[in-house]
């Protein structure tokens, strides 16, 4: 209980902090970013205010909550049909694959050529930018104790600084993507005047713009709202569990394959089943997203504030350098790669998805609003369907929980080669479908 309340400390701190400094807020820094590194601070591996024993606590919490946050991917939300997404997006699609398992590539091709021969790093180093960037914080503290398993102890630690580094990418370059889109004449849409990123950001909101965060489909009388929707989130888990304990006793490569994705996939079934039977009326999508939400804060702050400094300041010279080389992949392949697969206007649903595989879908929407305030083309549609195809596989999907298993079990060159074909059958698919004002 000390360690929960601690939690709820820190991220109230953080949440003060972000308001007294204003480049915090303008850097769009969530505020359990922000309270984790003041538990950081706070640990033992800083002013040692807090004792070990809640730090320890606090490292067991990631693991169980990234379950309910991908439990609650799909529950709420109609599952769309697949010509339809094919129809929206898939050009976009063929995009966020090659954008994804390029982080992949390039991870590993350096870890390969460089950062293993000259600082002796291990193989599953390669795999930090794609999770860190696609992924985000939950999904690196998720894969902590996949990387530990598999002899990298310093992955988790990594894995939530690559995320860190991410934001930051995913912000700052994405306003530089924007302010050369404007100046080359690929946005007609931006604001007047240029580039500006919204005025308030310490996420306060006036009475005028306050609004309901979700809607009662049942009485509370006989059950809390919200606890009938956080059981249907454990019953996605426990569906998730069973497959896995399935997948484990099939073959011993899964021993330490995660939960999480297959937490996300149990969410699908339980909301399929629902379309099914009519109980989809009385799922709230808001309400759903209200729990993940919760869950993912908590756990970013859990896991910033309990992340080993030691481990990272040891890798600190080749974690730089596979930074560096996963910046120059993100920003040069959007240059590139963009206006060649994505039809006019191709600025605005591509600037999504930027942000999106290297930070947060929020910072992606964010840049969207500043390029098309006014919603002229169908960017938000698109990414929409997008995601429905693409979050289960990449960015915290079956393929990132797999791809240190399979590193593991086939080396890192095997897996560059399959990044590598991976990426060259996206780009040659047949673009039948187009990005349509």
């Known amino acids: 209980m000390l360690a929960l309340c601690g939690l709820g400390l820190l991220i109230g701190a953080g949440f003060l902090l972000r308001l007294a400094v204003p480049w915090l807020g303008r850097l769009l820094l969530p505020a359990s970013l922000v309270a984790g590194f003041l538990g950081l601070a706070a640990g033992p591996h800083g002013l040692g205010v807090v004792p070990q024993g809640i730090v320890d606590t606090w490292s067991t919490l990631p693991g169980l909550l990234i379950n309910v946050v991908f439990a609650g991917l799909f529950l709420g939300a109609p599952l769309p049909a697949v010509s339809s997404i094919a129809r929206q997006a898939g050009p976009l699609i063929r995009f966020s694959v090659i954008g994804a398992f390029g982080q992949y ?100 909101l006036p009475p005028d713009q ?29 569906i ?30 339980l909301q399929g089943l629902a379309q099914r039977t009519g109980a989809a009326a009385y799922f709230d999508r808001p309400t759903f997203q209200r729990l993940s939400g919760l869950a993912l804060d908590l756990l970013v702050t859990a896991a910033v504030a ?65 390029v098309d305030p006014h919603h002229k083309t169908a960017a938000a549609q698109t990414f929409a369907a997008r995601s429905a195809v693409i979050a289960p596989l990449l960015g915290g999907g079956l393929v990132t929980a797999t791809m240190p298993l399979l590193v593991a079990q086939f080396g890192i060159a095997a897996m560059l080669a399959a990044s590598a074909a991976a990426m060259g059958l996206a780009w040659v698919w047949p673009g039948r479908y187009r990005v349509t004002r």
Do not use: K
């Open 105 to 204: 590539l390039v991870g590993f091709a350096i870890t390969w050529l460089l950062l293993t021969p000259v600082f002796g790093v291990s193989a599953l180093f390669g795999c930090l930018i794609e999770i860190g960037f696609s992924g985000g914080h939950g999904t690196a503290s998720a894969m902590g104790p996949v990387f530990t398993a598999y002899g990298f102890p310093a992955g988790g630690a990594l894995g939530q600084m690559s995320a860190t580094v991410g934001i930051l990418v995913g912000v700052v370059g994405g306003v530089l993507l924007v302010q050369w889109a404007t100046r080359s004449g690929y946005v007609d849409g931006a604001a007047p005047g240029g580039v500006r990123l919204p005025h308030d950001v310490s996420g306060l």
């Open 240 to 269: 998730g569990w069973v497959m896995l304990e399935g997948l484990r006793r099939a073959h011993p490569v899964f021993a330490n394959f995660p939960l999480f994705p297959l937490a996300m996939a149990g969410g699908g079934l």
């Open 306 to 370: 309990s992340m080993r400094l030691d481990l990272f300041v040891q890798n600190l010279a080749p974690f730089t350098l596979l930074m560096v080389a996963g910046t120059v992949w993100c920003i040069g392949s959007f240059v590139w790669l963009a206006p060649r697969m994505l039809a006019a206007p191709w600025f605005e649903p591509a600037i999504v998805v930027y942000g999106t595989q290297t930070a947060v879908a929020a910072v992606g929407l964010m840049l969207l609003r500043i």
């Open 210 to 238: 306050r609004r309901a965060i979700a809607t009662s489909t049942v009485s509370s009388v006989a059950v809390e709202p919200f606890a009938l929707h956080a059981s249907v989130a454990l019953v996605a888990v426990l």
